[in-house]
């Protein structure tokens, strides 16, 4: 069972800011720079059964890591190997094929473990639709934005 979420920050952190910064201006103007790397600042989960690869005491930005976990799904489903990374650090996650199985490992963590293929694309999916809910629910003008409708999966 893989276990793959988001917290948005608590009061009074420093990255709360990046919210309250992205309700500036117009949110379906904002540019993919800007929505990537300043914005949206979240606590990132990523388990596979009792395997913590990485702790949800991670801060990342929502908008890269759902764009970036986009790409990886993509990729995944083609039967390719996939990574992703983090602005904030040099880690990638790698998932390689193995089979019918994902081999999720990380490059900071001798840690390693396997998920189907399947369940990992879906569990993408619902991280992805998440994310895009709470993008829109806390600044629905970014409903409008290119950037962010290509975080909503099909």
């Not at 913590?52 to 190997?81: C, N």
């Not at 629905?140 to 962010?148: E, F, K, Q, R, T």
Request: glycine share 6%; hydrophobic share 45%.
């Amino acid at each position: 069972m893989i276990h793959l979420s988001f917290y948005l920050p608590e009061p009074g952190s420093a990255w709360i800011k990046t919210w309250d910064a992205a309700r500036q201006g117009d949110p379906a103007a904002a540019t993919e720079v800007d929505l990537r790397y300043k914005y949206f600042g979240v606590n990132f989960e990523l388990a596979v059964d009792d395997t913590e690869i990485v702790s949800k005491k991670r801060f990342v930005t929502l908008v890269d890591l759902a764009l970036s976990l986009s790409g990886a799904a993509k990729r995944i489903s083609l039967g390719e190997d996939a990574a992703f990374g983090f602005t904030e650090s040099d880690e990638v996650i790698h998932l390689r094929q193995d089979g019918d199985l994902i081999a999720v490992s990380s490059s900071k963590r001798p840690v390693q473990a396997f998920v189907g293929r399947e369940e990992l694309v879906r569990e993408i999916l619902i991280f992805l639709r998440a994310a895009h809910s709470r993008l829109i629910t806390e600044i629905p003008g970014l409903s409008a934005n290119p950037v962010i409708r290509r975080i909503a999966p099909e």
